[in-house]
């Protein structure tokens, strides 16, 4: 009897944890009226199952730590299993003491061609690079698991940035777009290169500092939170001084502007004219927004 007990305890516990992302998949193809909807709606059952049932580490995640994210693929077109589409790739993380979710990653990958024949089984395999589909999704799953590591403890995300940089290697002579840094200054190359880079360090400092130090101090006090998440984005202009208009500074923002203006226009106020000249030298694309913070 206790053998079974025993048996049954590490079946729970092995259940409740391991995977590491709770996420959203979603395939809209309302562009594509000379196919059967049935493909699309098997793939999107597929992918969803693929993405949160694969390990992508060794670390086991309880339930509770699951990455919330979401994919969402727009298809344009589709011709005999091949599929020419954009991926929007989202994710976030909880704010300590609050139901609030922090968006972390905002990122739409509009270099994405895939073949996929319905039913087919989606496995990964991080030696050999099979299906550019696979390929896709293994190396944004994980850039959110590094992303979301680099917010609770400095440049711990590095692991899960390598396993997206071997995907990349993997990926460059795939002759499929994006995974080049021929295809563009703006893509998955780049993006991992970059995250990768010492010159781009002090993104990864912003994240923590951002994260960990600033929004999960605000329960106890929201000024202090306050401060140190404008003490984070002086951090982030480090990037600035090296490399104007860095691809990474572009995608704090993307993931962050809109936070920070709610934060910075409500709630215990804090002496912002610092802040806003260098908000507007550092993401100038985002002035309109910059100037609804009072």
């Not at 992302?21 to 059967?36: M, P």
């Not at 309880?62 to 929007?88: G, H, L, P």
């Not at 899960?160 to 777009?177: D, E, P, R, T, W």
């Not at 572009?250 to 709630?267: C, L, Q, T, Y």
């Amino acid at each position: 009897m206790y053998k079974w007990l025993g048996l049954m305890l590490v079946m729970i516990t092995f259940s409740a944890s391991g995977q590491e992302l709770n996420c959203n998949v979603k395939i809209s193809f309302e562009r594509i009226t000379d196919a059967n909807p049935q493909i699309f709606k098997t793939l999107e059952r597929s992918l969803s199952d693929f993405v949160n049932n694969t390990r992508w580490s060794t670390r086991n995640f309880e339930r509770n730590e699951k990455i919330d994210c979401s994919m969402f693929i727009n298809v344009s077109a589709y011709s005999n299993n091949s599929f020419t589409a954009t991926f929007q790739v989202q994710s976030s993380r909880p704010v300590y003491g609050s139901t609030y979710a922090s968006p972390v990653f905002n990122f739409n990958d509009k270099d994405f061609n895939f073949r996929y024949n319905e039913g087919e089984n989606l496995y990964y395999n991080p030696n050999s690079f099979d299906s550019n589909l696979v390929a896709t999704v293994a190396y944004y799953a994980n850039i959110i698991i590094g992303m979301d590591a680099d917010s609770f403890e400095k440049l711990s995300g590095t692991e899960y940035y390598q396993n997206a940089q071997n995907v990349a290697s993997l990926g460059a002579s795939s002759g499929y777009k994006g995974w080049s840094q021929q295809d563009g200054n703006q893509n998955r190359y780049f993006l991992i290169t970059d995250l990768l880079s010492n010159t781009y360090t002090p993104f990864r400092d912003a994240l923590y500092e951002y994260h960990l130090i600033g929004l999960d101090a605000m329960s106890q006090d929201q000024k202090v939170g306050k401060e140190k998440v404008m003490a984070s984005l002086k951090t982030l202009s480090k990037v600035q001084s090296v490399r104007p208009n860095a691809f990474l500074t572009r995608i704090f923002f993307d993931a962050k502007s809109d936070e920070i203006v709610a934060m910075f226009s409500g709630g215990p106020t804090v002496n912002t004219a610092e802040l806003l000249e260098m908000l507007n030298r550092v993401s100038p694309l985002n002035s309109a927004k910059w100037n609804r913070i009072k």
